[in-house]
């Protein structure tokens, strides 16, 4: 009765293990490699999938997905003799499980030391400033070499990216005074220009106040010139008003004439700024006796011109009495 419990239980175990070594479970993501008597023979797809017990067992258990493995700093010397560390990573994806697991050993390992090598050859043959300047051209080049380096291998390199460059310290000294220095050239340029825009501007503004002074000057001077010319025509139409006045023999406008030159005479004289002193005349009736005696002159000779146009001879006219001094004429 006990061996025959004992022998149930050993055929349970033995259904079970051979339960577990047939079938296969394979997650998403994932392909195996089946081997019979240590041959490869194929490859399980995501799913289940049975074996042939004691004949074939899983080899390799391969990632299908996309990987990313580090490249290490190192230290690579540029085509100008700079020394910089240089580090990156590499994005890669197997394509083929069988290829990728049986003829490389170490997948990551290997790529990892190719990105390093090519690294090295590709930074070592470009001038610092291009290494600091192109790093999308070195990732280009980079990525070039190592996906047709790793095609055999059955995994292909989607991107390659240089993490840090790190030139020596010296170096970045340098540059950093290079930068200030280009930073201070900028400023003293930009300064400088605008300075030259400022002097344009004040010159413009100065020129264009200029012009505007010499057409005020210019417009100006016509209007002076133009008021003198009426003040001209105006003192020829008073002259000439005056003339015919005499001519009438009306001695009033004369007397109004050398009366109102008098006074403009006088008045420029009170207001020089160099007369101290202004003397008035004591006797201003000798003035307007003077205008009275130049007016019974004017009507006498008026007098005699049109006797001599008479036809018939006329007799001579009284003479006209003598007015007094400080009278005006034609006041009576």
């Not at 999308?136 to 190592?146: E, F, Q, Y």
């Not at 025509?233 to 005056?242: D, I, K, Q």
Request: net charge neutral.
């Amino acid at each position: 009765m006990d061996m025959s419990v004992l022998f149930v239980v050993a055929l349970v175990v033995l259904a079970f293990v051979l339960l577990f070594s047939v079938v296969k479970i394979v997650p998403q993501g994932r392909e195996y490699t089946v081997e019979r008597f240590g041959k490869y023979t194929r490859t399980l797809s995501p799913g289940i999938s049975l074996l042939t017990p004691f004949v074939e067992r899983i080899g390799r258990r391969m990632n299908m997905m996309e990987q990313v493995l580090d490249v290490p700093t190192q230290e690579v010397i540029t085509k100008d003799n700079a020394m910089v560390k240089v580090d990156g990573i590499v994005f890669i994806q197997v394509m083929d499980a069988a290829r990728a697991a049986y003829r490389v050993d170490n997948l990551p390992y290997a790529i990892a030391q190719l990105c390093m090598t090519n690294l090295r050859t590709v930074v070592g043959s470009m001038e610092l400033d291009e290494v600091l300047s192109q790093r999308d051209a070195i990732n280009t080049r980079l990525l070039h070499v190592i996906d047709a380096a790793t095609e055999p291998w059955g995994v292909k390199a989607n991107r390659i990216e240089i993490k840090d460059l790190t030139p020596p310290s010296d170096i970045t000294n340098a540059m950093a005074r290079q930068m200030k220095a280009e930073r201070e050239r900028r400023a003293v340029i930009t300064e400088a220009d605008g300075e030259k825009q400022a002097a344009i501007a004040r010159a413009e503004g100065a020129k264009q106040a200029a012009i505007l002074e010499a057409e005020g000057r210019r417009e100006a001077a016509f209007r002076d010139a133009e008021a003198r010319e009426r003040a001209a025509e105006a003192e020829a139409r008073a002259t000439a008003m005056v003339s015919e006045a005499i001519a009438r023999g009306d001695v009033n406008a004369i007397n109004y004439f050398v009366a109102q030159k008098y006074v403009e005479a006088f008045a420029e004289l009170a207001r020089s700024p160099q007369q101290k002193t202004v003397i008035v005349p004591s006797e201003m009736g000798a003035l307007v006796g003077s205008i009275a005696g130049i007016g019974e002159l004017v009507g006498l000779a008026r007098d005699q011109q049109g006797g001599a146009r008479a036809a018939a001879p006329r007799p001579p006219a009284p003479p006209r009495p003598p007015r007094p001094r400080g009278s005006v004429p034609g006041t009576e």
